[in-house]
C-alpha cells in the first residue's frame, strides 16, 4: 500500500486522481503502477497523461482489456520498456516446491515464467487435460495436476479414469507360464551362439521403446499470437499478444515464429470485403480468425474469457428459413462471447446492440446500458481498423422509416447535452 501510495502521490499523480474519482479501483491502479515500475523516469509524465485520459474517456471494461489498454501506451510512448520487462522476466524465472505448511499432505509450487514460456506450459497442460473421455471424473483442475505429475513420469498422454477405462485396466493380467519363459530363453541362447542367426532376430528391436514405437503422439497444447507482419520482419518492435495473457515484446513473437512447431496464419484488411458468404451461418475459418483478432476477449461486460475459447455470436440473429431477411454473417455482426455469456444473451432477458465500429453494447433486465468492448484488438494493432465499416458500408441494409427519426431524436440529445455542458463551464471558469 505505501508503494501505491507513493505511485498516486508522485509518480502517476494524474492516473491516481481517476482513482480517487472512482474511474479504476485499486487493483486496476495496481496493475498501472506495476506496468510503469521499468520506465524511463523523464517519460512518465506523458505516460501518466495519456493513461489518464484514456480512463477518463472511455467506459469502464474487464481487467484483461484493462491491462493490455496500459500495456500499450506503456510501450508506445517508452519504446524499450518491454525489452526491460523481458530481460526481468528471465533473469526472474525459477520454480519453487515445498511442503505446504498449513495442510498437511500436500506440496505448494510456485512458478515465474517469461509470458510466452508460461503459455506454452498452461496450453500443453490443458490439451492433456482434455484428452481424456468425458466420463471422466476428474475435475478440470486435477486433470492438470495430473497431467504435470505424466509429464514429470516421461510420459505425454494423460491416462483416462472413466468407468470404460478403468474396467480395462482392471481386467486380471495373464499368469506368466515358467515352461514357457524357460523355452525362450534357450531359444535366444542358441540364437546368440549361431554364427548366422536370421535377419529379423539381427535387426528386431527387443528393448522397452519396441512397446511404443506405434503409439499415436500425445496432444499438444496449442497458443494463439497477434502479431504484425512488420514486426515478424524486423520492421518494427511494436508489441505481439498471445490470447489469454497478454502483450509479448517483440523478440519473444519473432523467437515464437521460428520455432518449428509455428503455423502462421495472414489476417489483412482486405479480408473482411472479399470472399465471405453472409447467407451462411456458419463464418469461414479466415473470417472467425479476424473478428477473434479484433478482438481481445468475451465482449460481455467484465468477462476476460480469451477469445479463442468463445462461440461467435450474430448481433442481429440469423434467419435460418430466410438468411437474406437475418443478420448476416459478416464481421460487423459478429462479435465473441463465451458459452456462459452466450446463453445467457440467448435465453435470457439481456438485449444486445452493436453499431458499425464494432462497439458491442448490452443492456440488462432493470434497463441499463454496458460497454462489452471499450478496448480492443483493433486498438493494439491499428492496421485492423476500417475494414468493419467498410463492409457495413457496402453491403448497408435498406434505409427504414425509422431510421430519420431515430437519427434527429439522437441529435437533438446531443444538442441538449452540448448546452447544458456550455452552462456549466460558463458559471465555473477556471480556475477550477
Request: charged share 30%.
Amino acid at each position: 500500500m505505501i508503494k501505491l501510495a507513493e505511485a498516486a502521490r508522485y509518480r502517476l499523480p494524474s492516473t491516481g486522481a481517476m482513482l480517487g474519482l472512482g474511474r479504476i479501483d485499486p487493483h486496476r491502479f495496481k496493475i498501472v503502477a506495476a506496468a510503469t515500475e521499468l520506465c524511463d523516469p523523464e517519460l512518465l509524465p506523458e505516460i501518466d497523461l495519456l493513461l489518464s485520459d484514456m480512463i477518463g474517456c472511455r467506459d469502464q471494461m474487464s481487467t484483461q482489456r484493462f491491462t493490455n489498454m496500459v500495456k500499450r501506451v506503456v510501450s508506445k510512448v517508452d519504446r524499450s520498456v518491454s525489452r526491460r520487462h523481458r530481460e526481468r522476466a528471465q533473469s526472474d524465472r525459477g520454480v519453487t516446491i515445498g511442503p505446504d505448511r498449513f495442510r498437511p499432505g500436500q506440496a505448494r509450487m510456485t512458478a515465474q515464467l517469461p509470458t510466452a514460456d508460461g503459455a506454452l506450459v498452461g496450453s500443453q497442460l490443458d490439451a492433456m487435460a482434455e484428452g481424456v473421455h468425458k466420463g471422466d471424473p476428474r475435475t478440470k483442475k486435477q486433470r492438470r495436476a495430473d497431467a504435470l505429475i505424466a509429464l514429470t513420469q516421461g510420459r505425454d498422454r494423460l491416462a483416462c479414469e472413466c468407468e470404460d477405462c478403468t474396467a480395462v485396466l482392471d481386467v486380471e493380467a495373464p499368469q506368466n507360464d515358467p515352461d514357457a519363459d524357460a523355452a525362450r530363453v534357450s531359444e535366444e541362447v542358441q540364437l546368440s551362439e549361431h554364427e548366422h542367426a536370421p535377419e529379423e532376430a539381427q535387426t528386431e528391436c527387443t528393448c522397452e521403446c519396441a512397446d511404443h514405437r506405434h503409439e499415436p503422439a500425445g496432444p499438444r497444447g496449442t497458443i494463439f499470437v497477434v502479431a504484425n507482419e512488420s514486426t515478424l520482419a524486423g520492421e518494427d518492435d511494436d508489441d505481439a499478444l498471445i490470447d489469454g495473457y497478454g502483450p509479448i515484446d517483440a523478440d519473444s513473437v519473432r523467437e515464437l515464429a521460428e520455432a518449428e512447431f509455428t503455423r502462421k496464419v495472414g489476417i489483412s484488411r482486405e479480408l473482411a470485403l472479399t470472399g465471405i458468404d453472409g447467407l451462411k451461418y456458419r463464418p469461414g475459418k479466415r473470417l472467425q480468425a479476424f473478428i477473434r483478432v479484433g478482438e481481445l476477449c468475451c465482449t460481455w461486460p467484465g468477462c476476460n474469457e480469451p477469445v479463442w475459447k468463445t462461440d461467435l455470436d450474430h448481433s442481429e440473429p440469423f434467419d435460418h428459413q430466410h438468411p437474406e431477411h437475418g443478420g448476416p454473417t459478416e464481421a460487423w455482426n459478429i462479435k465473441p462471447l463465451c458459452r456462459f455469456h452466450h446463453r445467457m444473451k440467448t435465453f435470457g432477458r439481456w438485449r444486445d446492440f452493436q453499431d458499425t465500429m464494432m462497439t458491442a453494447m448490452f443492456q440488462s433486465p432493470t434497463g441499463h446500458w454496458f460497454v462489452g468492448n471499450a478496448f480492443r484488438g483493433v486498438d493494439m494493432f491499428p492496421g485492423l481498423k476500417g475494414a468493419h465499416t467498410l463492409r457495413y458500408l457496402k453491403n448497408k441494409p435498406p434505409d427504414h422509416p425509422a431510421r430519420k427519426a431515430i437519427e434527429a431524436r439522437h441529435a437533438k440529445a446531443r444538442s441538449a447535452d452540448q448546452r447544458a455542458l456550455k452552462r456549466w463551464d460558463d458559471a465555473h471558469p477556471p480556475p477550477f
